[in-house]
């Protein structure tokens, strides 16, 4: 008895009678159907095979589809694990025979499906499995998102919804979903979250994330949708200019024209290992903000271009500068603060009777404090001569 056809998000398969030695004369074929949307992730953890160049007498055969006309994987055998398979679908064969004579202990794999994902795209989405249906019971998900150094994590939850706490302990017992600062379930919990509850956006201290679901055994929701998005942290200025770097592995498709502060006239160069903007604060239109305490804050905005032919996607960074004390920072203008700075502008917009384009709001400004200090100065003048003239 060996072989079959598995479905599901997540299982194991492993060699007739493991650990014990398997069975001469064996022919087992797994067909593994993961959900529609999603491909096929196996991992062996264990693997012992009689061995033989050419792995014709006893072998594990793997095939990218469900039958073994489809695209040929490999053929493995002796003691040396396959290395880590993914399919292009969302099916998997596996076909493991055995000759007359001579065994071993066999193999063990695991196999996921989209709910054990890596993500390493400078910005992108994902959702609890089935999402917006309901998800499975009794699943244990990872997506982990890995980007370059120099980068970290900025993670959103627009939708989360997960069986409620449990009453008793009102700890989030049954269903959560869970944020570690770092590549594993051994670094800092940056949170846990079930029902209804919406965290907040959270950053990650270094360029790595892990977001785990897990589910009990009933009761089901919509689940959740997250999007994140890498900031670069190379973010440095002087009194009078901003230095960003950005690693250029982290954007190997992009040209240097797609990165640009404040203005496409102030694109990125390239260095051999990144792409370095230096800016002016005159050069690039750099606006100045009132803090606080008096503290002057130069603003401006970072933008790259992501765009493909099929879609138009700018992302939007804000970086700041306290000019004084040389500090900058990043941080991300998220969709939401994008749509209420949008609304504000139009408020101005209306009122001022100007539909102006964004981006060249900080010359409005600086013109407006332009004129208003030579109407000043006329004013200064007039009076001064008025001043003379009655002398
Ligand atoms: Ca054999
Ligand atoms: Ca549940």
Redesign the pocket.
């Known amino acids: 008895m060996c072989g079959g056809v598995l479905k599901g998000l997540s299982g194991v398969i492993s060699s007739p009678g493991y650990p014990q030695e398997y069975s001469n004369n064996a022919d087992c074929s797994w067909t593994i159907h993961v959900s529609n949307t999603s491909v096929v992730s196996l991992v062996f953890i264990d693997f012992q095979l009689e061995n033989n160049e050419g792995c014709n007498f006893d072998f594990v055969a793997l095939f990218d589809g469900p039958t073994v006309t489809h695209r040929h994987l490999g053929n493995y055998c002796g003691a040396d694990r396959p290395p880590n398979i993914v399919t292009t679908s969302n099916q998997l064969l596996v076909v493991f025979k055995s000759d007359f004579n001579i065994g071993g202990r066999g193999f063990k794999a695991h196999y996921y499906s989209e709910c054990q994902q890596g993500l390493s795209a400078v910005s992108g989405n994902f959702t609890s499995p089935h999402f917006p249906s309901i998800y499975p ?1 009794n699943i244990n998900c990872h997506w982990s998102i890995t980007l370059a150094a120099g980068y970290r994590i900025k993670l959103f939850f627009p939708v989360m919804d ?2 409620d706490r449990d009453r008793l302990s009102e700890e989030c017992d ?2 959560s979903v869970s944020v570690y600062d770092g590549a594993s379930q051994t670094d800092a919990l940056l949170g846990r979250w079930c029902g209804r509850e919406q965290p907040s956006s959270l950053i990650s201290k270094g360029n790595k994330l892990l977001v785990v679901l897990n ?6 929701h919509r689940g959740f949708a997250a999007s994140y998005l890498g900031v670069p942290v190379n973010v440095s200025c002087t009194r009078s200019e901003f230095t960003i770097l950005i690693p250029q592995q982290s954007l190997p498709q992009l040209d240097r024209e797609n990165i640009y502060l404040g203005n496409p006239s102030c694109t990125a160069q390239l260095t051999a290992t990144s792409y370095k903007i230096l800016a002016q604060f005159v050069n690039c239109g750099t606006a100045s903000q009132q803090k606080h305490r008096n503290i002057t804050m130069l603003v401006n905005k970072l933008y790259i271009d992501f765009s493909d032919g099929k879609q138009q996607n700018i992302q939007e960074y804000k970086v700041q500068c306290d000019a004084l004390r040389k500090i900058a920072s990043v941080s991300i203008v998220s969709a939401e603060e994008r749509r209420q700075e949008k609304k504000t502008q139009q408020i101005d917009n209306d009122a001022g009777g100007h539909v102006g384009e964004h981006r060249a709001e900080p010359h409005d400004l600086s013109d407006i404090v332009f004129i208003s200090i030579c109407v000043l100065a006329v004013i200064l003048m007039v009076i001064a001569i008025v001043w003379l003239v009655l002398l």
């Open positions: 019971n997960l069986e049954y269903d589910t009990d055994r009933n009761e089901a």
